[in-house]
């Protein structure tokens, strides 16, 4: 008979942004390296059906799994602590599930029931989390919002029954709070989690593990107290600081002994986690390096860092293979815009390499345009990424005498659609459905640069996009100074591009930050960076 799987259920209280992610994503990298099969999921209170159309000024990244899943940045997080790809399981939000109830409504699955929040709702949220535990030993849920929200009410009261069914004893709620630094009193007050677990075990959940986030290190009479007044043992009570890298925390969760407090709750008897390779990247990731490389990132999601956070992680990572710092450059495409060639030109010559991130829309546009044709001729260190693909196809088109080359997207009139939706894409731009999402097949050329970075000509790689290189216009790619080196097999649209003569320019149509691992950089940020390392010793040396 199968073991039944181990459920952990991570909620948040006093406030938002506590690092919930990267809590749970923490103990899934604890229980991983102690030999057991994990997943996470995120549950996320907000009524749109998936991640696709809320705003990255105001949520972040959206990132994409491999079989298409628009979701939360979390499932990015949660990738990289435990190195394993997700599925579209583990991401559910309350429009997805309000819908499939209404459908079955409206199919008469319900025989004239009266449809409510208790049983429908929360019985489909608990479907939903047992679908996606399938298989694993143990399956972290972490709930979004923080408790006391409306939209995530029934969210709780769903793993709340679901602790009733699968037994307690297979079930673990962990609490995660915020203690506030009093600096009048110069105390870390408890009072505000004392009243988040209160409000908690009000709807029918009292934690069994609370893990105390703050500024600065709480004092062990901290602990004390908050097992005290909130009572949970203090042996289930972790304290996490800030941390100088995220990738600290699993460590930090280990000293506090939380792997053996969650094996021995949920009655698993296996080895202590091997963190060997996790220690590695933690001294990577706190090491002062020696040398450091300055990239610019041509952005106009410039309000929120965490809009561009996996092409961040993926640059920081290859830069600790690489043996140097990374010191990340925001550039406004916008202003960028703006600027005459002699200012373009002083605030790009103060990069070591350029990056053109994802993007939807034409504000900024002109700025990466002008950034994409200053890297292709002055032989500065590039890489795009989906969007930065088209715009290095459009820059290299105008430098050879297409001046009003453009994307259909941006300018539906242009006379030159060097990027435009296929045949059979037309008339559907704003529709759903038409976008490619997720792995697809991409063969490489021999001999390229991008095959020499992979070490392969065959590899699948995760897209997020709707426009493609125009394939009337791939056979001027080289006398632009471009060469399409990377094909899908199934429709020979273009994958990848690099720059002909030049020491680093390349972009590809799918986004490789969201393969990139901690560990493991992707082939081509860690070409990226070695690149820019290597114009920076040459600059320094005139």
């Known amino acids: 008979m199968a073991k039944p799987t ?20 923490s103990i899934g990298n604890l229980l991983k390296s102690c030999g057991l099969k994990v997943n996470l999921q995120k549950c996320d209170p907000y009524l749109n059906v998936d991640a696709g159309l809320l705003n990255p000024r105001e949520h972040g990244e959206c990132f994409v799994t491999k079989d298409g899943a628009e979701t939360d940045l979390d499932l990015g997080h949660y990738e990289r602590f435990i190195d394993q790809e997700l599925t579209q399981t583990s991401s559910l939000m309350s429009g997805r599930v309000l819908l499939k109830v209404i459908q079955a409504e409206r199919a008469g699955k319900y025989e004239g029931q009266s449809v409510q929040i208790i049983p429908h709702v929360t019985s489909t949220i608990q479907n939903y989390i047992a679908e996606a535990a399938d298989g694993f030993d143990v399956h972290i ?40 630094f009093l600096d009048a009193s110069q105390e870390i007050k408890t009072k505000p989690a004392q009243n988040s677990v209160r409000e908690l075990r009000a709807l029918g959940i009292t934690p069994d593990i609370l893990v105390g986030r703050s500024e600065n290190r709480a004092s062990v009479s901290t602990v004390h107290k908050l097992s005290l007044f909130c009572g949970v043992p203090e042996d289930a009570i972790a304290l996490l600081p800030n941390a100088s890298t995220i990738y600290e925390v699993p460590l930090t969760l280990e000293s506090e002994g939380m792997s053996q407090v969650i094996l021995k709750r949920l009655g698993l008897n296996i080895r202590k986690p091997k963190l060997s390779t996790w220690r590695d990247v933690v001294a990577r990731a706190t090491k002062k390096y020696a040398r450091t490389v300055t990239i ?102 105008r430098q050879n005498g297409l001046e009003k080359a453009n994307s259909a997207e941006v ?20 529709t759903g459905g038409t976008m490619r999402l997720g792995d697809y097949k991409c063969n490489l050329a021999n001999k390229s640069l991008a095959s020499r ?39 020979n649209l273009v994958e990848v591009i690099e720059g002909i003569d030049h020491p680093y320019f390349l972009a590809s149509q ?9 560990n493991r950089p992707h082939p081509m940020f860690k070409g990226f960076i070695y690149a820019c390392n290597q114009f920076a010793k040459k600059r320094e040396m005139g």
Not at 368 to 376: E, N, S, V
Request: glycine share 12%.
């Open 296 to 397: 610019g990132v041509i952005a106009k999601y410039l309000d929120n860092a965490d809009t561009y956070i996996c092409v961040f992680e993926a640059l920081k990572s290859a830069g600790w293979v690489n043996d140097v710092g990374v010191e990340i450059s925001w550039i406004d495409a916008v202003k960028l815009e703006g600027m005459d060639d002699a200012e373009v030109a002083d605030t790009l010559t103060a990069v070591d390499g350029i990056v053109v991130p994802g993007g939807f829309g034409s504000r900024g546009v002109e700025g990466k345009i002008r950034a994409a044709g200053f890297a292709l001729k002055h032989g500065l260190p590039y890489i795009g990424l989906c969007y930065g693909l088209h715009m290095a196809v459009i820059a290299a088109a």
């Open 141 to 180: 849920v972490e709930i979004g919002g923080t408790v006391g929200d409306y939209e995530s009410l029934s969210f709780i009261e769903a793993i709340r029954e679901f602790g009733l069914k699968v037994g307690r004893e297979n079930c673990i709620y962990l609490h995660v709070v915020y203690l506030p």
């Open 6 to 25: 181990k459920y952990i259920f991570v909620t948040g209280g006093v406030l938002s942004g506590l690092g919930k992610g990267i809590t749970a994503s």
């Open 510 to 518: 799918y986004h490789p930050e969201f393969k990139s691992r901690p």
């Open 453 to 491: 970075l992979y070490g392969t000509t065959n590899i699948v790689e995760r897209h997020r996009h709707r426009y493609e290189c125009n394939p009337d216009y791939v056979s001027k790619y080289e006398s632009w100074g471009l060469r399409a080196v990377g094909h899908n097999p199934q429709t």
């Open 411 to 430: 300018d539906p009139e242009t006379p030159y659609p060097v990027i435009a939706t296929m045949e059979d894409q037309k008339g559907k731009e704003n």
